[in-house]
T-cell receptor, first 114, second 116 residues
Framework: AQSVTQLGSHVSVSEGALVLLRCNYS??????LFWYVQYPNQGLQLLLKYTSAATLVKGINGFEAEFKKSETSFHLTKPSAHMSDAAEYFCAVLVSGGYQKVTFGTGTKLQVIP | EAGVVQSPRYKIIEKKQPVAFWCNPI?????LYWYLQNLGQGPELLIR????????DSQLPKDRFSAERLKGVDSTLKIQPAELGDSAVYLC??????????????FGPGTRLTVL
């Protein structure tokens, strides 16, 4: 069964610093991968998705992620953190051609320090 | 375009009481999902509908949980009777369905349930 593992339940960065949130996936077939963001008391919002096209995916709010098959990773990055980036981030995997079931990771809470 | 609408946003009940959550998906979205999100965890799928058909309810505790999606639009999730462990956020999401590449899910704000 497909799964994702997010390393680090909490990440703190200084405003203006690089943001790196880690996600490793497990899937026996080519996966579709997603990053979602959740602000307090809100639902999840899609940041970006990988669907087997370009391995470097650009999303909203300056975030991007790179699919690395050899490392089974899909880490999320942003060159310069902004205070408004403080939120919880979820990596998710969907097995292509399957039952359309998305499995979410446990989330990483990003704190941005002024 | 209106997003996914859920109500109520917050609900506090005593254990053994029934509770119901309502979801109105984005217009035109055939697929509707109900998720359970515990504190500090990612969403876990409870049930997925394709139009009015429940195509994946394997994680729905059917002894106390039930759901329906009449006419393939709005959906209701019910718990009867509620237990203390049901305290969580219940998220509804919708998507166009079809090919996996179109499976961006749009989430509602959730209903935060507290069972006392």
């Amino acid at each position: 069964a497909q799964s994702v593992t997010q390393l680090g339940s909490h990440v703190s960065v200084s405003e203006g610093a690089l943001v790196l949130l880690r996600c490793n996936y497990s899937s026996s077939v080519p996966p579709y991968l997603f990053w979602y963001v959740q602000y307090p008391n809100q639902g999840l919002q899609l940041l970006l998705k990988y669907t087997s096209a370009a391995t470097l995916v650009k999303g909203i709010n300056g975030f991007e992620a790179e699919f690395k098959k050899s490392e089974t990773s899909f880490h999320l990055t942003k060159p310069s953190a902004h205070m408004s980036d403080a939120a919880e981030y979820f990596c998710a995997v969907l097995v292509s051609g399957g039952y359309q079931k998305v499995t979410f990771g446990t989330g990483t809470k990003l704190q941005v320090i002024p | 375009e209106a997003g996914v609408v859920q109500s109520p946003r917050y609900k506090i009940i005593e254990k053994k009481q029934p509770v119901a959550f309502w979801c109105n998906p984005i217009s035109g979205h055939n697929t509707l999902y109900w998720y359970l999100q515990n504190l500090g965890q990612g969403p876990e799928l409870l049930i997925r509908y394709e139009n009015e058909e429940a195509v994946d309810d394997s994680q729905l505790p059917k002894d106390r949980f039930s759901a329906e999606r009449l006419k393939g639009v709005d959906s209701t999730l019910k718990i009867q009777p509620a237990e203390l462990g049901d305290s969580a956020v219940y998220l509804c999401a919708s998507s166009l369905g079809g090919l996996a590449g179109r499976n961006e899910q749009f989430f509602g704000p959730g209903t935060r349930l507290t069972v006392l």
